[in-house]
């Protein structure tokens, strides 16, 4: 089985966890949250974050989505560090969309996983149109003629 492991800037990773968690509670056991703090070094980071990618490869078959907030940022670049490529592969700009559509499809193989991730991120971003309240129609104009130029 698939796990997934938030490897972001503090608080990012944690509240993207609790955010997946209240959609999905019945996975604290799949989803890992690695909080990069601002005073710690990239040398300590990536030991620490080494040992929390470990943890999550003990089972001997399980492959682990390594998501990280920036690309070329400090998660990002530690990640990059940590991934091999096989048993975990790393995708920039999590999202919580991103997060919940891996958490969807988590029993799915590793490279679709991905592609799956990568697609739940992309939809969910969009323009939202206004809407006019429900049972009423859009006025074209307003009740003045657009040339009235009253005060």
């Known amino acids: ?79 990059q560090k940590l991934v091999d490529g096989t048993r975990s592969r790393l995708v920039a700009g999590v999202s919580l969309p991103m997060l919940l559509r891996a958490l969807s499809y988590r029993k799915e193989p590793l490279e679709e996983l991905v592609h799956r991730a990568v697609a739940g991120g992309m939809a969910g971003v969009m323009q939202v149109a206004v809407a006019a309240p429900q049972n009423q129609a859009r006025r074209k104009h307003s009740d003045q003629d657009i040339r009235d130029h009253q005060q």
Do not use: K, W, Y
Request: aromatic share 4%.
């Open 1 to 79: 089985m698939n796990s997934i492991l938030l490897i972001a800037h503090a608080p990012l990773a944690n509240a993207l966890r609790q955010c997946a968690l209240h959609v999905f509670p019945d996975s604290e056991h799949v989803v890992t949250a690695f909080d990069v703090l601002p005073n710690v070094s990239p040398e300590e980071t990536l030991a620490a974050a080494r040992i929390t990618l470990e943890m999550a490869l003990r089972t001997p078959r399980s492959n682990v989505l390594v998501l990280t907030d920036i690309f070329g940022a400090t998660p990002c670049n530690v990640a």
